[in-house]
């Protein structure tokens, strides 16, 4: 079979895979009839915390020869602690399961401990699991703290709110064009894609400034993947203005530079409806009546937002 063909099939089973995950994120809720599956966090009111689970696959998330072990810590780390910034609330503690193939060394867990340790800054590492894998398969749990904070869901977006966004979109996934390109630059936006920052400061200040439900979401699977599920969960229709979203300018070395600004995932940027935008947050459109997500007049479907949904690999 030819290199190209393979690729082909590749990236549309990932593509389908991820699709189908959705449906069946939709499909255990139902089955266990649970009020907590929904969100990427349970919010757990009688005891005053949220928890997430997340997991990176070798080769699916990322690939070992184009990644450290201290950045695939620190990206462990951090990609995690992104969901509990999402809902509002304080990262507290973190456990790490490892599945790890026998040509792992000591130093290769040296490296990735110190990676996730450096990446954590007040988020403590409290236990885990380490067992046998025929590729590295991480899972990593973290709790937050809800105290004095007013947390998101994805259903909570109310008509007349302001959508916010943090930081820069689209370098991520430009990062990772370059590195499955063999390129080396520029070198700002590949460290985006294997160093990335949960974004902490503005999560509290929206957590901690808003008196009224508000949503949610960090941009994992791209900007219209979070603005498309926030439309959805709360029935309400989220209206953009592209030319608002910041981003950087040297993405535009790629010719589909703007989809990479919407589609593009694995910035750990988030997304936010408010009523008053806190210092940092930056206006790039408001919430209506209606539904799905409308860019610069254009409506875009579900189907349309799938089509385009961010492969991590």
């Not at 409290?126 to 869901?153: L, P, Q, W």
Request: net charge negative; charged share 25%; aromatic share 8%.
């Amino acid at each position: 079979m030819e290199r190209g063909t393979c690729k082909r099939i590749y990236c549309n089973h990932q593509k389908r895979i991820e699709i189908m995950e959705k449906e069946f994120i939709k499909l255990i809720k139902t089955t266990l009839n649970s009020d907590y599956i929904g969100d990427d966090c349970a919010y757990l009111k009688d005891l005053g915390i949220v928890i997430s689970q997340d997991s990176l696959v070798e080769n699916i998330h990322f690939l070992r020869n184009k990644i450290t072990p201290w950045q695939l810590g620190w990206k462990t780390a951090n990609v995690n602690i992104s969901d509990i910034c999402a809902s509002g609330a304080e990262p507290k503690y973190m456990t790490v399961a490892l599945s790890l193939p026998k040509d792992i060394t000591p130093e290769f867990i040296e490296e990735f401990y110190n990676g996730l340790k450096a990446a954590c800054q007040g988020v403590e590492i409290v236990g885990g699991d380490i067992t046998g894998a025929e590729k590295i398969f991480i899972s990593a749990t973290v709790i937050g703290k809800t105290a004095g904070r007013n947390i998101s869901s994805r259903s909570n977006a109310q008509i007349g709110q302001k959508i916010v966004v943090s930081g820069i979109h689209g370098s991520s996934a430009a990062g990772l064009k370059l590195l499955l390109n063999n390129q080396l630059d520029p070198k700002k936006l590949i460290k985006t894609h294997l160093e990335p920052v949960a974004q902490r400061e503005i999560s509290t200040l929206i957590a901690k400034t808003q008196t009224t439900p508000y949503a949610m979401m960090d941009t994992s699977d791209g900007l219209m993947d979070a603005l498309s599920q926030i439309a959805e969960g709360s029935g309400v229709q989220m209206y953009v203005d592209f030319d608002k979203i910041p981003f950087d300018e040297e993405i535009k070395i790629f010719p589909n530079w703007r989809d990479l600004i919407l589609f593009g995932g694995e910035d750990y940027q988030l997304v936010a409806t408010v009523d008053t935008p806190p210092a940092g947050a930056i206006v790039i459109g408001e919430v209506l009546a209606g539904k799905g997500v409308k860019l610069n007049g254009k409506e875009f479907s579900n189907d349309l937002i799938e089509q385009k949904l961010y492969k991590h690999l």
